[in-house]
């Protein structure tokens, strides 16, 4: 490493927001011995979290990208971007979970500093180009993430789903970790841009083992954003996890996963696109498979919806093989609007938890629109939004992924995509059925409070207001990754 | 001079070693360990690269690996104890609550 | 800009705030928003309409929904002359039957609900005559047809509502498939859905063909005839006319609106749009005229024996549709439009004005327990006569002057056209004489209801008679912007500025064939006219007697022709039994039941099979992942 590049204060600007976000964490751990409040303390976790978006968009409108610690950490539009869905996805998280976890008997203050320090591990894998940094992000999230998930210590179900999860997730690292070790051994770096240029002057693109050091990394990754058969550990952990937790980890290691996914597949082994692009296309189509048809089958709504985010998994990775910054925006774009209408959807299933009430099961659904019009309609709309319906979100997303594929010359991936969306309709559609077309079996409460419906209520507004106004969205998206890194 | 092709092999056969002992092994530990396993094997063959390519990196990263293993043993050991509490067997055949 | 956007917004507003606040907070105050609301939009549509009178074509680009690579789909408003008197008809009818329905609706229930879908309806309608691309107007198309099934379905709770509004759903549904067909094809051969881009490279596509089964169509007939399947659903011809009669279960102010002057014509403004494409097939306007011509002469017949003051008037919508689009299909679209546009006045009147009788009555619709209502209702009666007169076809009145321009070009166009004037001329002395039974059943001869109804009997307040006395004003004068050439030079106004979008008709004929085919209509209508007062004023016995000597005639047009019979027994029966589980969801609100349980069963069956994969075991987890890496290994390095 080259440390005579020298280090001065003013060369750690890109990571501001990292850093406040990880005084942050420390301060919600100090704060919680000291303050009885749970609320003091996620609130202090939002206040934080908004001063690190502040920092981001204060760093937004950089055209060059920054890089700090030797080019190991690279601040441009397209971490930034991620950083966007990061945040949005902790602060919604944090609004719904602050009743839950009560409810729960889980309500730890430590749990919002966790939040927060895997929110700084994703930022991290976002901004890593080089190997090295992405390996701490990716431990940082996923070792908080292991946590949370077992947030609800005396529930066994919980309990199984953080040791799923850890073994599952360790196992994936050691294969990442020796993705890497290869992949030094034969470019001689870790930095990502160097290992592009290595690969080229050593003309080793199509070296066998190089490859195998790029399939163990694309398990790892495919790991993280749950691409069959890396999935299996999706549906248990996401049903036993605490809920406000699966709709956490459904959107932000996801995010985080792809971020770093694109990030090396296109900025370190660009020349090797050919070869990722065939072991990504089965991938996809599997993925896509298994998500759609066995959520069929699922009566559990928390399940149903881990598959339907493997099937999400399979939609979004079409930008990834489409091989162009088009391609990767799509990919982002689907990603901003998915972490929406997906922590939505899980907002709805969270309210219906109460005291001595699961509120998990499909049949729970039936008849709500009758009691509860207002929460029925919202899940509506995030049902819809999931499907792809326009003029809801999730039509923008699948819409620009799809285009971007047929361009790409793909039209047979596009053509399997709205297939096995069509099918998905069928399980979305399924609980819309059941909420207006059942006669309720028994009086259901919702858990509501003002956060909650804070969040609700941003997630539905954005779902819509980005199906009418994609352009919104997409500006921003198109000026985040122009050229790409 | 032990050549730079031995200690890959050793770093693979471990690896491999550790991949097997997961899926075979019905104790939770063991399984721990075979993860721990396949790490060290990593350890190996970046040390062994990083000597060849004289470069520091490799070492660097060993150390990071060495320093978030020992906190993912810290944790992966506490999730352990959780589970037991609950659940006294750390027979892995017997965790299928979450299943379907 | 601004003012035109605006138009449909207004109405747009006044349904989301209904919406929103009118169950808890507004309840019997919606029409205060909606009111005013489609009361705005029309005199916004006023001034769009002077600009476009004083030469002035709006085609805008408001917004770009979707821009990928050459495919765009914005929303866009073209406001031409054919939009401008379109915009008229709608917003003037929608404001005079929102005023209605305050007094109609006074006390219902769902009163806020009925305005808010009664907005929602205008603002659809608005944006399917405003549109400048086929996407915009297909949303339109869609959304009013909605609109439509919740207005049919108001009184849900009364089972033949609910089932007529589904009834509506599902014929309609066979229309708009082919429509969005039509609107797919148009795509995929002109790579644009913007009416100005279509309309332009209509020419260049003549001529092409499209292999369909092996065999070759002629591109733009398949594009018009796909079209105009929408059209014969949501315009109520033949053999999709069956579910506007059953339609007339929603509230009168429905059925004045939606089902008489405005939605089910949007089938005549959309085939008129796509002229330029029309005008590229003789095959397609053939079927347009036939398809018309018989509709008109086949509803009218029913018309003549029905009992259900609705229901004449209905099936009398469903013959007067048919005159329209016997004009198109001629080639006379001017005619056609003037046609739906004066129509729309007297047939919303009618409308109105048997609600009124029908309020009167405490919701009897049978005319044979009515009469003599005229001494207790005198506006509802005179309304009643000037609107029958316009549709009569009497020289003076609305009606004459565009039926009969209708009736002469088809007499003009020949061959086939002359064979459908004659259907059409005698089609006119049915309508005289249905219109006239129905006038005389209602409000000549004795009172023949209970004497509990006849003490109640009054006439309307005026919140509903007002807007009547304005419709009449337009049933008997909207037809002064259409005199022939022939009784005044320059007086066909409407024609002349018409002409720019939807050209002159072709033909010429002598002075004294046009004399000759207007003296036989008037000659029919004053036929019709008098045979009905023979029969059911001199000579009361008489109709029950034709009835008994025409049996079987009788109770063929008594029955409609048995075309839902037909359907029942050869469509609905069949499939019901053949697939009950999927069909049926259609008629009891299990249609997405249906397909979710029924059509993913196969998959489902997969499902469950794949489920167990999942076996919860963190080796067999750890397996799968190695045995795919594995196999991507094996497969990249190893087999390569």
Same mark, same amino acid.
């Given at each position: 490493?080259?440390?005579?590049?020298?280090?001065?204060?003013?060369?750690?600007?890109?990571?501001?927001?990292?850093?406040?976000?990880?005084?942050?964490?420390l301060i919600l751990?100090?704060?919680d011995?000291?303050?009885?409040?749970?609320?003091?303390?996620?609130?202090?976790?939002?206040?934080g979290?908004?001063?690190a978006?502040?920092?981001?968009?204060?760093?937004?409108?950089?055209?060059?990208?920054?890089?700090?610690?030797?080019?190991?950490?690279?601040l441009?539009?397209?971490?930034?971007?991620?950083?966007?869905?990061?945040?949005?996805?902790?602060?919604?998280?944090?609004?719904?979970?602050?009743?839950?976890?009560?409810?729960?008997?889980?309500?730890?203050?430590?749990?919002?500093?966790?939040l927060?320090?895997?929110?700084?591990?994703?930022m991290?894998m976002?901004?890593?180009?080089?190997?090295?940094?992405?390996?701490l992000?990716?431990?940082?999230?996923?070792?908080?993430?292991?946590?949370?998930a077992?947030?609800?210590?005396?529930?066994?179900?919980?309990n199984?789903?953080?040791l799923?999860?850890?073994f599952?997730?360790?196992?994936?690292?050691?294969?990442?970790?020796?993705?890497?070790?290869?992949?030094?051994?034969?470019?001689?770096?870790?930095?990502?841009?160097?290992?592009a240029?290595?690969?080229?002057?050593?003309?080793?693109?199509?070296?066998?083992?190089?490859?195998?050091?790029l399939i163990?990394?694309?398990?790892?990754?495919g790991?993280?954003?749950?691409?069959?058969?890396?999935?299996?550990?999706?549906?248990?952990?996401?049903?036993?996890?605490?809920?406000?937790?699966?709709?956490?980890m459904?959107?932000?290691?996801?995010?985080?996963?792809?971020?770093?996914?694109?990030?090396?597949l296109?900025?370190?082994?660009g020349?090797?696109?050919?070869?990722?692009?065939?072991?990504l296309?089965p991938?996809?189509?599997?993925?896509?498979?298994?998500?759609?048809?066995i959520?069929?089958?699922?009566t559990?709504?928390?399940?149903?919806?881990?598959?339907?985010?493997?099937a999400?998994?399979?939609?979004?990775?079409?930008?990834?093989?489409?091989?162009?910054p088009?391609?990767?925006?799509?990919?982002?774009?689907?990603?901003?609007?998915?972490?929406?209408?997906n922590?939505g959807?899980f907002?709805?299933?969270?309210?219906?938890r109460?005291?001595?009430?699961?509120?998990?099961?499909?049949?729970?659904?039936?008849?709500?629109?009758?009691?509860?019009?207002?929460?029925?309609?919202l899940?509506?709309v995030f049902?819809?939004?999931?499907?792809?319906?326009?003029?809801?979100?999730?039509?923008?997303?699948?819409f620009?992924v799809?285009?971007?594929?047929?361009?790409?010359?793909?039209?047979?991936?596009?053509?399997?995509?709205?297939?096995?969306?069509?099918?998905?309709?069928?399980?979305?559609?399924?609980?819309v059925?059941y909420?207006?077309?059942?006669?309720?079996r028994?009086?259901v409460a919702?858990?509501?409070?003002?956060?909650?419906?804070?969040?609700?209520?941003?997630?539905?507004?954005?779902?819509?207001v980005i199906?009418?106004?994609?352009?919104?969205?997409?500006?921003?998206?198109?000026?985040?990754?122009?050229?790409l890194? | 001079?032990?050549?730079?092709?031995?200690?890959?092999?050793?770093?693979?056969?471990v690896?491999s070693?550790g991949?097997?002992?997961?899926?075979?092994?019905?104790?939770l530990?063991?399984?721990?360990?075979?993860i721990?396993?396949?790490?060290?094997?990593?350890?190996?063959?970046?040390?062994?690269?990083?000597?060849y390519?004289?470069?520091?990196?490799?070492?660097v990263?060993?150390?990071?690996?060495?320093?978030?293993?020992?906190a993912?043993?810290?944790i992966?050991?506490?999730?352990?104890?959780?589970y037991?509490r609950?659940?006294?067997t750390?027979?892995?055949?017997?965790?299928n609550?979450?299943?379907? | 800009?601004?003012k035109?956007?605006?138009?449909?917004?207004?109405?747009?507003?006044?349904?989301?705030?209904?919406?929103?606040?009118?169950?808890?907070?507004?309840?019997?105050?919606?029409?205060?928003?909606?009111?005013?609301?489609?009361f705005?939009?029309?005199i916004?549509?006023?001034s769009?309409?002077m600009?476009?009178?004083?030469?002035?074509?709006?085609?805008?680009?408001?917004?770009?929904w979707i821009v990928?690579g050459?495919?765009?789909?914005?929303?866009?408003?073209?406001?031409?002359?054919?939009?401008?008197v379109?915009?008229?008809?709608?917003?003037?009818?929608?404001?005079?039957?929102f005023i209605?329905?305050i007094g109609?609706m006074?006390g219902?229930?769902?009163?806020?609900?009925?305005f808010?879908?009664?907005s929602l309806? =205008?603002?659809?309608?608005?944006?399917?005559?405003?549109?400048?691309?086929?996407?915009?107007?297909?949303?339109?198309?869609?959304?009013?047809?909605?609109?439509s099934?919740f207005?049919?379905?108001?009184?849900f709770?009364?089972?033949?509502?609910?089932?007529?509004g589904?009834?509506?759903?599902?014929?309609?549904?066979?229309?708009?498939?082919?429509?969005?067909?039509?609107?797919?094809?148009?795509?995929?051969?002109?790579?644009?859905l913007?009416?100005?881009?279509?309309?332009?490279?209509?020419?260049?596509?003549?001529?092409?063909?499209?292999?369909?089964?092996?065999?070759?169509?002629?591109?733009?007939?398949?594009?018009?005839?796909?079209?105009?399947?929408?059209?014969?659903?949501?315009s109520?011809?033949?053999?999709?006319?069956?579910?506007?009669?059953?339609a007339?279960?929603?509230?009168?102010?429905?059925?004045?609106?939606?089902?008489?002057?405005?939605?089910?014509t949007?089938?005549?403004?959309?085939?008129?749009?796509?002229?330029?494409?029309?005008?590229?097939?003789?095959?397609?306007?053939?079927t347009?005229?036939?398809?018309?011509?018989?509709t008109?002469?086949?509803?009218a017949?029913?018309?003549?024996?029905?009992?259900?003051i609705?229901r =004449?008037?209905a099936?009398?919508?469903?013959?007067?549709?048919?005159?329209m689009?016997?004009?198109?299909?001629?080639?006379?679209y001017?005619?056609?439009i003037?046609?739906?546009?004066t129509?729309?006045?007297?047939?919303?009147?009618?409308?109105l004005?048997?609600?009124s009788v029908?309020?009167?009555?405490?919701?009897?619709q049978?005319?044979?327990?009515?009469?003599?209502?005229?001494?207790?209702?005198?506006?509802?009666y005179?309304v009643?006569?000037?609107?029958?007169l316009?549709?009569?076809?009497?020289?003076?009145?609305?009606?004459?002057f565009?039926?009969?321009e209708?009736?002469?070009?088809?007499y003009?166009?020949?061959?086939?056209?002359r064979?459908?004037w004659?259907?059409?001329?005698a089609?006119?002395?049915?309508t005289a004489?249905y219109?006239?039974?129905l006038?005389?059943?209602?409000?000549?001869?004795?009172?023949?209801?209970t004497?509990?109804?006849?003490?109640?009997?009054?006439?309307?307040?005026?919140?509903?008679t007002?807007?009547l006395?304005?419709?009449?004003v337009?049933?008997?004068a909207?037809?002064?912007v259409?005199?022939?050439?022939?009784?005044?030079?320059?007086?066909?106004r409407?024609?002349?500025?018409?002409?720019? =979008?939807?050209?002159?008709?072709a033909?010429?004929?002598?002075?004294?064939?046009e004399?000759?085919?207007?003296?036989?209509?008037?000659?029919?209508?004053l036929?019709?006219?008098?045979?009905?007062?023979i029969m059911y004023?001199?000579?009361?016995?008489?109709?029950?007697?034709?009835?008994?000597?025409?049996?079987?005639?009788?109770?063929?047009?008594?029955?409609?022709?048995?075309?839902?019979?037909?359907?029942?027994?050869?469509?609905?029966?069949?499939?019901?039994k053949?697939s009950?589980?999927?069909i049926?969801?259609f008629?009891?609100?299990?249609i997405?039941e249906?397909?979710?349980?029924? =059509?993913?069963?196969?998959?489902?069956?997969f499902?469950?099979?794949?489920?167990t994969?999942?076996?919860?075991?963190?080796?067999?987890?750890g397996?799968?992942m190695?045995?795919?890496?594995?196999f991507?290994?094996?497969?990249?390095?190893?087999l390569?």
């Open positions: 490493m080259d440390m005579s590049s020298g280090f001065s204060l003013l060369s750690i600007r890109p990571i501001v927001p990292e850093l406040t976000m990880i005084c942050t964490a751990l100090l704060l011995l000291i303050v009885k409040k749970k609320e003091v303390v996620a609130v202090v976790g939002i206040a979290t908004l001063v978006l502040y920092g981001t968009l204060r760093l937004y409108g950089f055209s060059e990208p920054l890089t700090v610690f030797s080019d190991m950490f690279v441009d539009g397209y971490s930034n971007f991620f950083r966007l869905i990061f945040y949005l996805n902790v602060i919604l998280t944090i609004c719904i979970s602050l009743r839950y976890m009560v409810i729960e008997k889980a309500s730890f203050g430590e749990y919002y500093a966790l927060i320090f895997a929110t700084t591990g994703m991290i976002a901004s890593a180009s080089d190997l090295i940094v992405l390996y992000g990716l431990e940082l999230m996923a070792l908080s993430t292991y946590i949370l077992g947030m609800m210590r005396k529930q066994p179900r919980s199984e789903a953080a799923k999860y850890f599952l997730g360790a196992f994936s690292s050691a294969f990442f970790l020796y993705g890497i070790s290869l992949t030094y051994g034969l470019t001689g770096t870790t930095n990502l841009k160097d290992i240029a290595s690969l080229q002057t050593l003309n080793i693109t199509g070296n066998p083992m190089v490859l195998l050091g163990f990394m694309i398990v790892a990754f790991f993280k954003i749950a691409l069959a058969p890396f999935h299996m550990w999706a549906p248990d952990v996401y049903e036993g996890a605490p809920t406000s937790v699966t709709a956490f459904s959107v932000g290691p996801k995010a985080a996963g792809f971020a770093v996914l694109g990030r090396v296109f900025s370190a082994f020349a090797m696109q050919i070869q990722w692009d065939s072991i296309i991938l996809a189509v599997i993925t896509m498979a298994t998500g759609s048809i959520a069929l089958a699922q559990n709504i928390k399940r149903m919806l881990a598959y339907s985010s493997i999400h998994a399979g939609y979004m990775l079409l930008g990834i093989i489409a091989g162009t088009g391609g990767l925006a799509s990919t982002a774009n689907y990603l901003m609007i998915y972490a929406i209408m922590i959807a907002a709805v299933v969270i309210m219906l109460r005291e001595g009430f699961q509120g998990e099961n499909l049949d729970d659904y039936m008849g709500l629109a009758k009691s509860h019009p207002v929460a029925s309609a899940m509506l049902m819809f939004a999931l499907t792809g319906i326009p003029p809801t979100a999730g039509f923008i997303g699948k620009y799809f285009m971007e594929v047929i361009d790409a010359g793909y039209t047979y991936l596009a053509v399997i995509a709205v297939v096995f969306s069509v099918i998905s309709a069928f399980f979305y559609l399924r609980v059925m909420m207006y077309m059942r006669d309720p028994e009086e919702l858990a509501t409070s003002p956060s909650m419906n804070f969040a609700l209520a941003v997630t539905a507004v954005m779902i819509l199906g009418v106004f994609p352009s919104v969205l997409l500006d921003l998206v198109k000026f985040s990754i122009p050229g890194l | 001079m032990v050549p730079l092709s031995w200690y890959i092999i050793l770093s693979a056969v690896f070693i991949v097997v002992g997961f899926f075979t092994r019905r104790n530990i063991m399984i721990f360990m075979s721990e396993l396949m790490l060290n094997s990593v350890n190996i063959s970046l040390v062994a690269y990083s000597h390519l004289q470069s520091m990196r490799g070492q990263l060993v150390f990071f690996v060495i320093a978030v293993a020992a993912e043993a810290a992966g050991l506490a999730i352990i104890i959780a037991y609950n659940n006294p750390i027979k892995v055949d017997e965790i609550l979450l299943k379907g | 800009m601004v035109y956007i605006l138009i449909p917004l207004l109405p747009f507003i006044a349904f989301v705030i209904n919406i929103l606040f009118g169950r808890n907070h507004i309840k019997d105050k919606a029409h205060w928003i909606a009111v005013p609301a489609v705005a939009s029309f916004l549509a006023v769009a309409f600009d476009v009178l004083g030469g002035k074509v709006i085609n805008i680009n408001i917004y770009s990928s050459d495919f765009n789909v914005s929303i866009g408003f073209l406001i031409d002359q054919l939009t401008a379109m915009l008229m008809v709608v917003t003037s009818i929608s404001t005079l039957i209605y329905s109609y006074h219902d229930g769902g009163y806020y609900r009925f808010a879908y009664l309806f =205008v603002f659809s309608m608005l944006i399917l005559v405003m549109a400048n691309n086929f996407l915009l107007l297909y949303f339109g198309w869609e959304a009013v047809g909605l609109c099934y207005l049919i379905g108001f009184w709770h009364k089972k033949s509502a609910a089932d007529a589904k009834k509506a759903f599902i014929v309609n549904r066979f229309g708009d498939f082919g429509f969005g067909l039509g609107v797919i094809l148009i795509f995929l051969t002109f790579g644009s913007e009416y100005v881009k279509v309309f332009e490279n209509a020419g260049s596509v003549a001529g092409q063909t499209i292999s369909i089964l092996g065999y070759q169509f002629d591109t733009i007939t398949v594009i018009c005839l796909l079209l105009f399947c929408g059209a014969v659903g949501k109520a011809q033949l053999p999709l006319h069956v579910w506007l009669p059953d007339m279960e929603g509230p009168t102010p429905v059925s004045a609106l939606i089902h008489a002057a405005t939605m089910v949007a089938g005549v403004f959309m085939v008129a749009r796509s002229s330029p494409l029309f005008n590229l097939s003789a095959s397609a306007m053939a347009v005229a036939v398809v018309g011509g018989v008109a002469i086949f509803a017949t029913i018309a003549l024996v029905q009992n259900d609705k =004449v008037i099936y009398s919508t469903v013959s007067q549709l048919g005159y689009f016997l004009a198109l299909g001629v080639g006379a001017t005619a056609g003037f046609h739906l546009y129509h729309a006045y007297f047939k919303a009147l009618l409308f004005a048997s609600g029908i309020h009167a009555l405490h919701d009897e049978n005319m044979q327990k009515m009469g003599g209502l005229k001494k207790y209702m005198p506006i509802t005179w009643f006569i000037l609107a029958s316009s549709i009569s076809g009497i020289p003076g009145f609305a009606g004459f565009s039926k009969d209708i009736l002469w070009r088809a003009l166009s020949g061959g086939l056209g064979f459908l004659f259907l059409a001329a089609a006119a002395l049915l004489f219109s006239f039974r006038i005389y059943l209602t409000f000549h001869g004795k009172f023949r209801g004497p509990e109804q006849e003490r109640h009997l009054h006439e309307s307040p005026p919140v509903i007002v807007p006395m304005i419709l009449a337009g049933a008997v909207a037809g002064w259409g005199i022939p050439p022939i009784f005044l030079e320059h007086a066909d409407i024609g002349e500025f018409l002409a720019p =979008v939807l050209g002159h008709p033909g010429e004929g002598s002075h004294a064939e004399l000759a085919v207007m003296g036989i209509s008037i000659i029919a209508g036929a019709g006219i008098l045979i009905a007062y004023i001199r000579k009361t016995d008489l109709p029950g007697k034709l009835g008994a000597m025409f049996q079987p005639v009788y109770r063929l047009l008594y029955n409609k022709y048995w075309v839902d019979e037909l359907y029942g027994k050869t469509i609905v029966q069949p499939t019901l053949a009950d589980r999927i049926l969801g008629f009891d609100a299990k997405i249906g397909i979710v349980n029924g =059509v993913p069963a196969l998959i489902g069956a499902s469950r099979r794949f489920r994969i999942q076996t919860g075991l963190l080796s067999s987890y397996l799968a190695v045995l795919g890496a594995m991507i290994i094996g497969f990249w390095i190893f390569r």
